[in-house]
């Protein structure tokens, strides 16, 4: 099995075939009906979290808009890793190392070299608005909700002291965290609001097939020498 190993990426191909049920291959349809979804925000990022975020209330309320946190653009793409051939082409989301590609029966996580799995009984997911100070470039679909200043006095206005101070959007954005017993602590951040329900529920509802029946999803593994 996958779920809790390693292998080494530079020796080995694990070729996984998927012979799913239809309960299995509409949940794992959905969630990529719902995937496609987040790929159609204009702003795709990815914060960097170095393992501080405990608690997706608690990063809303550090790094809303009272602060700018480490963000950068990242992929979100259908596609299998190098190690892996499959009949399958699951959602995958890179996020800083590490890249989570959501199979039928499991997230696969490429971390530098290295691969692990999360099954989805064990991943965990939260989302929720969260406004943050825009210094760059406005995404095309996101919401200004207010403005600040680059220079701010006590009150609020602009310091009158810096000639070049400009007003900077606060735009309204979506969080979405994932997490795991395991380890796994990532934070990905979304231009458009009310887009992340779907694919948690997708997650959600694959997570209760594996809990329900470990026939829906028939895998045959081989490993093979490049």
């Known amino acids: 099995m996958l779920i809790g190993k390693w292998f080494d990426s530079y020796r080995r191909v694990s070729v996984l075939y998927y012979d799913l049920e239809k309960d299995a ?12 979804t987040l790929t159609g925000c204009a702003g795709r990022w990815h914060v960097a979290a170095d393992g501080k975020i405990e608690d997706l209330t608690a990063w809303k309320r550090n790094a809303g808009a009272s602060m700018l946190v480490d963000k950068k653009p990242t ?15 699951p959602p995958s989301i890179h996020m800083g190392r590490q890249v989570l590609f959501f199979m039928p029966d499991l997230v696969l996580v490429k971390d ?13 997911t939260q989302f929720a608005p969260s406004n ?11 919401e200004i909700v207010s403005y600040t200043w680059a220079h701010p006095n006590k009150n609020g206005g602009p310091d009158k002291r810096f000639k070049d101070n400009r007003q900077i959007p606060v735009c309204r954005y979506e969080a979405l965290r994932f997490s795991s017993p ?14 992340s329900q779907p694919f948690c529920q997708a997650l959600s509802a694959l ?20």
Do not use: C, M, W
């Open 25 to 36: 291959e509409a949940a794992h349809g959905r969630l990529v009906g719902a995937f496609e």
């Open 75 to 89: 992929t979100l793409e259908s596609s299998l890793p190098k190690v892996v051939r499959s009949n399958v082409t």
């Open 112 to 124: 530098g070299n290295r691969y692990g799995a999360v099954g989805y009984a064990d991943l965990q």
């Open 132 to 142: 943050f100070i825009e210094t760059g470039k406005v995404p095309s679909d996101a």
């Open 182 to 195: 395991s380890g796994l602590n990532e934070l990905v951040e979304f231009s458009k609001t009310n887009v």
């Open 207 to 226: 997570a209760q097939l594996h809990r329900s029946s470990d026939r829906q999803f028939i895998t045959l593994n081989a490993h093979t020498r490049e």
